[in-house]
């Protein structure tokens, strides 16, 4: 069992940044890729990024690139996301999640955070 907290959302206006993190407790965190997903109110979740397990290799969505950067410490068993040039269409609740796979697929993440809102006014 792994439990994973988000924390470091907010309200933030457009071109601005937030990071985010999600702590991880329980069976080894370097054993799991992580992933961000996000979910817009009416849309479903989509794949936002993803880490894999010594951080060396990162993925991410085409809408996010060069602006989301995700990055993790295994000593600290937290993953992140820096998000810089934020715009309206950024506004969703943000969950981090574990996988043993490198996946952009929502089912294959075994656990999931309980999310943390990232509003963004347009």
């Known amino acids: 069992q792994v439990q994973l907290v988000e924390s470091g959302g907010g309200l933030v206006q457009a071109g601005g940044s937030l990071r985010l993190s999600c702590a991880a407790s329980g069976r080894t965190f370097s054993n799991y890729v992580m992933g961000w997903f996000r979910q817009a109110p009416g849309k479903e979740r989509e794949f936002v990024a993803h880490i894999s397990w010594s951080g060396t290799r990162t993925y991410y969505t085409d809408s996010v690139k060069g602006r989301f950067t995700i990055s993790r410490d295994n000593a600290k068993n937290t993953v992140y996301l820096q998000m810089n040039s934020l715009k309206p269409e950024d506004t969703a609740t943000y969950y981090c999640?574990?996988?043993?796979?490198?996946?952009?697929?929502?089912?294959?993440?075994?656990?999931w955070g309980q999310g943390t809102q990232v509003t963004v006014p347009s």
């Open positions: 999640a574990a996988s043993l796979a490198v996946t952009t697929r929502d089912r294959e993440y075994r656990y």
